[in-house]
């Protein structure tokens, strides 16, 4: 028997408890917050999280702190801190408004002339040691055992492309895996752990929804999050590499279509319009989040058996 006439032979049954799937996505990754909130409001805490790129880092934190308010509260005192500004993601923006005023089109054109520098001679455009240390920020230097809750993080081996799962078996720092997780292509610079280069988990896992039903056992069904972008139908690339940033949006849509076919619920909180690195309205974000779990809680609560 397939493995998805496996899950769907197994979701006739109810489930004592349930793995949850946080997906990759940037800023839109701060509805994750607002999914655990309502969560554990309902008294619903997983059994074991999986999380790829943002969705690792959020589940990470939840995991070794098992408070949403707690962890939402440090999630805003990080993004709003310097360290956080000093990975400057405002020079990768794509689309959106623009100011229109001289300097800010002068300034806007002196970025765009780096960015197109440094993607024509370097691989990555941001400092992977900031981002090292922003995760270490979020995430302490806990090592996966301490996690109260178990969590499995996604990442890509680079250059074989090989999706790797890390655990508490795996001997490595959860913040580090976490870091690697969220190592962007372009973006950052492949992160290297036990001499394999890893890149973000999201490449090949956007919504970690296979792998959480590799986690879970007979008795457990899988909620997934999925954060992911929507194309705009108003917005077109204007050059080569808003074309690029188009056609992986556009493959990591269709990645998560089946991706889904894994999930027994699925929350899909309303942020595929903001851009990934749009950080700068948490509280909206973490809301949608909130929204959208509370609308899917009356099923998830009716297939476990609670």
């Given amino acids: 028997m397939y ?12 489930k004592s408890g349930f793995v949850l799937a946080l997906g990759g996505g940037g800023g839109r990754g701060l509805a994750h917050l607002g999914v655990l909130d309502v969560l554990e409001q309902h008294h619903l805490k997983p059994d074991a999280i999986v999380g790829s790129s943002i969705g690792a880092m959020f589940g990470a934190m939840y995991a070794i702190t098992p408070d949403a308010a707690a962890v939402i509260r440090r999630a805003e005192e990080i993004l709003a801190s310097d360290l956080f500004a000093s990975l400057d993601l405002s020079m990768l ?14 300034s806007s054109a002196a970025k765009q002339a780096l960015l197109y520098t440094r993607a024509a001679t370097e691989r990555s455009v941001a400092d992977i040691d900031i981002l090292t240390d922003i995760v270490f920020s979020f995430c302490g230097g806990e090592s996966f055992e301490d996690a109260k809750i178990p969590v499995y993080v996604t990442a890509v ?17 959860l913040p580090c895996a976490v870091a690697a997780s969220m190592a962007i292509p372009g973006v950052f610079e492949p992160l290297k752990i036990d001499g394999v280069q890893y890149v973000d988990g999201g490449v090949a896992s956007d919504l970690p929804a296979k792998e959480a039903q590799m986690v879970a056992n007979a008795e457990q069904l899988v909620l997934a999050v999925n954060v992911g972008a929507r194309p705009r139908e108003d917005v077109e690339p204007s050059n080569v590499y808003g074309m690029r940033d188009w056609s992986a949006q556009i493959q990591a849509l269709y990645l998560r279509k089946y991706n889904k076919a894994f999930a027994d619920v699925l929350i899909e909180p309303l942020v595929g319009f903001t851009q990934w690195q749009d950080f700068s309205n948490p509280e909206q974000e973490i809301e949608k989040g909130r929204q959208a779990a509370l609308e899917k809680i009356p099923e998830l609560i009716e297939k476990l058996d609670v």
Avoid: Y
């Avoid at 493995?3 to 109810?14: M, N, S, Y």
């Avoid at 923006?93 to 800010?104: F, I």
């Avoid at 081996?157 to 720092?173: D, L, N």
């Fill in 157 to 173: 081996a680079f250059p074989s492309g090989e999706c790797h799962i890390f655990s508490a078996t795996s001997g490595v720092k």
């Fill in 3 to 14: 493995l998805l006439e496996r899950i769907f032979e197994a979701r006739k049954r109810k």
């Fill in 93 to 106: 923006e794509t689309n959106g408004a623009q100011d229109q005023s001289w300097l800010g089109r002068m």
